[in-house]
């Protein structure tokens, strides 16, 4: 333990130092407070302060302004995905809708066509909806979604907008199955419009194209002739639109010319046919006015002069 030394004397020497310096300090933030008030120094200096010191405050404030960009980002993309998908999703349901109503408006026009053609010719018909097609080379035939309980019978021609389609073959008590003009086995006995030519065409299993074989060379036949139904065989009636020849050659043996014929009707397409219940009392369905005909039926030329000569071939055999 230091020994004891007395009391201490007070240093009034740094006192009296640390008081002028009080002073001094009061008296220069005096002078500058009065300075600042009278020339605006200080204010001055503080701006340029700040232009100095700004670049730093904006380094400090970029990861909070990045923070809030990802954020604001991350919510505008995901309320941009959710607002696409919400849009695909109705282009393709009014995709579909837009499908649909042009299905629907070809299927109208098709059955305004149909009851067109039933009421220019004074036709009694029935409307059968199509539930199958089959239109295989060798079998050419349509299911109808009606029957025998619908007042379908066997031997029922089958017409369209365009003409004839066929005739029932088969009827059961709610389906009926058609045989068309195609079928490499149907043959159907037919007249020129426009001389009276009786023929018979024959279906070849192509759903575009019929068969006009054994045409004498001597016959008043033109390519872009009408064909019709003559009426004979009383299958079907006389009158109804079978097509327009499209092309005339010499068959193989010289002797006789084969015809081909566009079929009137459209055996590919369209979802209803008619069914004639009985034969027609005015001018044929496809023909501007009805034409003479003769004791069979077939429609006579207008003038044997003018380049019809009113004579009929005789159809061939009917294929086995």
């Not at 695909?88 to 026009?109: G, P």
């Amino acid at each position: 333990m230091p020994p004891y030394a007395g009391p201490t004397t007070p240093n009034r020497g740094g006192d009296v130092a640390g008081t002028l310096r009080l002073l001094a300090y009061l008296a220069l933030a005096l002078v500058l407070v009065v300075l600042d008030h009278r020339g605006g120094w200080l204010n001055r200096a503080r701006q340029q302060a700040s232009l100095v010191v700004q670049p730093l405050w904006m380094v400090a404030g970029w990861p909070g302004q990045m923070a809030r960009t990802l954020y604001d980002d991350a919510g505008t993309l995901a309320q941009l995905t959710e607002e696409n998908e919400r849009l695909r999703n109705e282009l393709l349901v009014n995709s579909a809708r837009i499908t649909r109503l042009q299905t629907l408006a070809v299927d109208n026009e098709r059955l305004r066509g149909l009851l067109g053609a039933a009421r220019r010719g004074n036709l009694d018909v029935q409307l059968a909806p199509i539930l199958d097609v089959d239109l295989d080379p060798t079998r050419q035939r349509l299911v109808l979604d009606a029957g025998s309980n619908h007042g379908v019978r066997v031997g029922q021609s089958v017409i369209d907008a365009g003409g004839l389609v066929g005739q029932v073959i088969e009827s059961l008590p709610m389906h009926a199955t058609v045989l068309l003009l195609t079928d490499p086995s149907h043959a159907v006995p037919v007249a020129v419009t426009r001389s009276g030519v009786r023929l018979v065409a024959y279906g070849n299993g192509r759903s575009d194209m019929l068969s006009l074989p054994g045409i004498p060379l001597s016959s008043d036949i033109k390519v872009g002739d009408r064909v019709v139904t003559s009426g004979l065989g009383g299958r079907f009636p006389a009158g109804f639109p079978v097509g327009t020849i499209t092309a005339l050659r010499p068959d193989d043996s010289r002797a006789f010319l084969l015809g081909e014929v566009r079929p009137a009707a459209n055996l590919d397409r369209g979802r209803d046919v008619l069914l004639l219940r009985s034969v027609p009392s005015g001018p044929p369905i496809g023909t501007d006015e009805a034409r003479p005909v003769d004791a069979d039926g077939a429609p006579q030329a207008d003038d044997p002069a003018a380049g019809g000569t009113g004579a009929e071939s005789t159809p061939p055999e009917p294929r086995p």
